[in-house]
């Protein structure tokens, strides 16, 4: 079974700085990786799949990275809707199966 | 554009079977692929299913002897059924849709239904 860790688990900022989240496979997963944003009390929102697409309507400023076995989600200039929750997620063919990481919180500082 | 509900019980008693539905509304739920997450308070969401337009389905491996999706492509809508629930079911249970764009289907979701507490208990 191949495990994600997202690192850190929380993450203080100030809105204007850049956020750095990362996301850890325990095999390699190529580049079937998502990145989700949830707010309080909202489903999760779809930021990137497949390591570093953008999914519609998306912000510029939300970028993903990496390939194999660690992979980064980066957010330019935090605007104040950006202090959320973030998950990353993958898909394995063996057994053929989704799951999602612990998340990471981001924080106003 | 698309929107989801998820409609049904709330409360669920132990060992009984929690049945969902999802209603896709501003378009059609044909030739899209269509899924069941769950998220427990204050934890990670938890893939359970999907099933594509076809009707063929992918189960996670931990909860494949007691998940059934199907679909009801005459009232645009698809279905979750989990049997012998326990406590440790008792979550947040959101409809998704896979992703699709001009290069074929990927492995997320991009809508999601507002999702649908559901508590297990006696």
């Known amino acids: 079974e191949i495990v994600l860790t997202q690192s850190p688990a929380t993450l203080s900022l100030s809105p204007g700085e850049r956020a750095t989240l990362s996301c850890r496979a325990s095999?390699?997963?190529?580049?079937?990786l998502a990145w989700y944003q949830q707010r309080p009390g909202q489903a999760p929102r779809l930021l990137i799949y497949d390591a570093y697409t953008r999914a519609t309507g998306i912000p510029a400023r939300f970028s993903g990275s990496g390939s194999g076995t660690d992979f980064t989600l980066t957010i330019d200039s935090l605007e104040p809707e950006d202090f959320a929750v973030y998950y990353c997620q993958k898909r394995s063919d063996w057994p053929p199966d989704i799951t999602f990481g612990q998340g990471t919180r981001l924080q106003i500082k | 554009q698309v929107q989801l509900q998820e409609s049904g019980p709330g409360l669920v008693r132990p060992s009984e079977t929690l049945s969902l539905t999802c209603t896709v509304s501003?378009?059609?739920?044909?030739?899209?692929?269509w899924g069941w997450i769950r998220q427990p308070p204050g934890k990670a969401p938890e893939y359970l299913g999907f099933?594509?337009?076809?009707?063929?389905?992918n189960y996670s491996p931990s909860l494949q002897s007691r998940v059934t999706i199907s679909l009801d492509t005459s009232k645009n809508q698809f279905s979750l059924r989990l049997s012998s629930v326990t406590t440790a079911d008792t979550a947040v249970y959101y409809c998704a849709r896979r992703v699709r764009d001009s290069t074929g289907y990927h492995d997320a979701f991009d809508i999601w239904g507002q999702g649908t507490m559901v508590t297990v208990s006696s």
């Open positions: 501003g378009g059609s739920i044909n030739n899209e692929y």
């Open positions: 099933l594509s337009y076809t009707g063929s389905t």
């Open positions: 095999q390699s997963i190529e580049n079937y």
